[in-house]
């Protein structure tokens, strides 16, 4: 089986399947799946592209829209997870994995199939600061939020800890930590100097993710983010004990090297793609279709209870001393058996793809994001008896808030979604949630995450970013206690305060003389002459202007002017007209 992987895709999916066919044709093979780690940019109108943590300038809407339209079809199937520059509200409405368009599969943190190939894939990027908080965002996002969204968790390393049958693929945004050591850094630092830094202070990397591919010890690791190739052999411990394979076949063995390779950016000469060979072992489900993998299943059953959905810091479960309480969620056969009973055996991924926004149309505008139930995430988790995180959120911030408990509410009590025109409500099934407080953000935008687009010098900085929030609309039933709950766990930081600035001083300081102060009115009446006569403005004085700023001691400012030579010129024709 061939298999195409891709590194960041950046919304160049047209791009990727006309390089997979033109590989196809030249080297006389047939791709059966399309890899991509991360930064698919699954954008399906305005209001999405304005979620996308990245810079206005680089926000396009590509040509993902055409494919969730309908207008284009994926002709190979396509499994993405989640980088840092994501359409991140479409992504939380599918926090298990589902279709983002026909042939389109977005995996999320999650483990799914492909005929007999074990695909696993965790989403996002690590960052200390929100590693042990739970998955509080929820759109309308703000500065902070558009970040932190995409940050996986704790609760998805511990999930992914708990698989101990083989896995034949792991697809991660950013590296494992130290994977450098593996491969050849000589290389890797002449192509990409500033690694040296992060490589000196051990910081090049996510430790999660090195402690997943020890544990998992995979076949293959793909990865993105960096915007580089880079290739390298991690071997493993032998192990004397063979562990069944999740298709049955006894024989298998875990692996004992894990084969690393990173890609880069789609651009011109750029090796953003590589095809890969792997042998599909002969299994009960040949056809080489998606399926649920049911070790996965049960673990996200067994571990629902660990869902967190408030930002404030949450442990996962180990072997303290005195703990009564489970900690180790690997699945039993019994488990393993009732997820496949409550299936009725039949694990193949349904095809339910359907539409939650409307696509895009030319000269739409952007409107405020919503929270969306989406149908796929709600039958899942009506079978497995799962929440949907989207679900708790709401909850927690109207406890937080003073607000009353619905009595229904219930999947069901949505109010509809819809794009700014309330004449224009589309969809009678997908609804959103309804936000019981709006919130302000002065804070200039800054992503400490996001590498470079534009060039190749991605220098990742770790200041940080201290977002200033006021809720701007409390319910008149909140309380001191209420309020004094919401500053504990996070969601209501120290308002900002108006600065209050010095009087401006109204007399000239003592090192000002007589003859600084003759040269500066000299100067002020010739340019105050010019400016009026190349404007055609009439202005008394040069304070009065709109182009010039009083200093601090009352004075027009002085600055020197790259072109004086041409005011000079400019002043001489005026005043021999």
């Known amino acids: 089986m061939f298999i195409a992987v891709v590194g960041c895709g950046h919304g160049e999916i047209d791009k990727i399947y006309d390089v997979v066919a033109r590989v196809e044709e030249v080297r006389g093979i047939k791709v059966s799946l399309v890899l991509c780690c991360g930064d698919f940019q699954s954008v399906r109108n305005m209001t999405d592209l304005r979620c996308m943590a990245c810079p206005i300038k680089y926000q396009q809407m590509h040509d993902f829209h055409r494919y969730y339209s309908g207008e284009k079809t994926a002709p190979i199937t396509t499994v993405f997870i989640g980088g840092n520059h994501e359409a991140s509200n479409y992504l939380q409405e599918l926090p298990y994995g589902g279709w983002v368009a026909p042939n389109i599969f977005f995996l999320s943190t999650g483990i799914i199939r492909f005929g007999s190939i074990r695909i696993a894939g965790v989403s996002g990027i690590f960052k200390g600061r929100d590693y042990l908080k739970g998955k509080y965002e929820i759109p309308p996002y703000n500065q902070d939020t558009m970040r932190s969204v995409y940050h996986y968790r704790n609760v998805d390393i511990f999930r992914m800890k708990q698989v101990k049958t083989p896995i034949d693929i792991v697809m991660s945004h950013d590296w494992p930590k130290n994977i450098h050591t593996f491969g050849d850094t000589l290389e890797l630092l002449r192509r990409k100097p500033f690694f040296r830094d992060e490589i000196e202070r051990d ?64 651009l011109p000469r750029r090796q953003f793609l590589q095809v890969i060979e792997i042998t599909e072992q002969e299994s009960g489900e040949g056809e080489s279709k998606l399926y649920y993998d049911s070790e996965w299943l049960a673990i996200l059953k067994s571990t629902n209870h660990l869902v967190n959905s408030k930002p404030i810091s949450s442990y996962m479960p180990g072997p303290g001393p005195g703990s009564q309480t489970r900690f180790d969620f690997t699945p039993t056969e019994e488990e393993v058996e009732e997820v496949c009973l409550l299936f009725d055996r039949k694990l193949k991924i349904p095809d339910s793809f359907m539409q939650t926004a409307a696509p895009f149309e030319i000269g739409e505008q952007p409107g405020p994001a919503h929270p969306i139930k989406n149908p796929q995430t709600t039958e899942l988790c009506e079978k497995l008896g799962l929440s949907d995180p989207l679900r708790l959120i709401p909850t927690f911030y109207r406890n937080c808030l003073g607000f009353e408990s619905n009595q229904n509410d219930s999947p069901q009590s949505y109010s509809r979604y819809n794009s700014g025109d309330e004449s224009k409500i589309f969809f009678s099934t997908p609804e959103r949630l309804e936000t019981p407080c709006s919130t302000s953000f002065t804070q200039p935008s800054f992503n400490p995450d996001e590498i470079s687009l534009d060039t190749d010098e991605e220098d990742e900085s770790d200041q940080k970013n201290e977002t200033y929030q006021s809720f701007t609309t409390l319910n008149s039933s909140s309380t001191s206690e209420n309020l004094d709950v919401l500053k504990s766990s996070g969601l209501c930081l120290p308002i900002r305060k108006k600065l209050k600035l010095p009087s401006p001083k109204t007399s000239i300081t003592e090192k000002n003389s007589e003859f600084d102060k003759d040269v500066r009115s000299s100067s002020n009446d010739n340019e105050l002459q010019l400016l009026n006569s190349v404007l055609g403005m009439k202005s008394d004085s040069i304070s009065e202007h709109p182009l010039f700023v009083i200093d601090k001691v009352g004075e027009p400012e002085l600055k020197k002017r790259r072109n004086e030579s041409l005011y000079k010129s400019l002043l001489e024709d005026t005043d021999s007209n």
């Open 203 to 266: 910081e090049l990397g996510s430790r999660p993710l090195s402690e997943l591919l020890y544990q998992l010890q995979p076949s293959y690791w793909f990865s993105a983010h960096m915007h580089v190739k880079f290739s390298a052999v991690v071997p493993h411990a032998e192990c004397a004990d063979s562990v069944p394979h999740a298709s049955g076949n006894e024989n298998t063995s875990v692996p004992k090297v894990t084969k690393f390779l990173a890609l880069d950016k789609i």
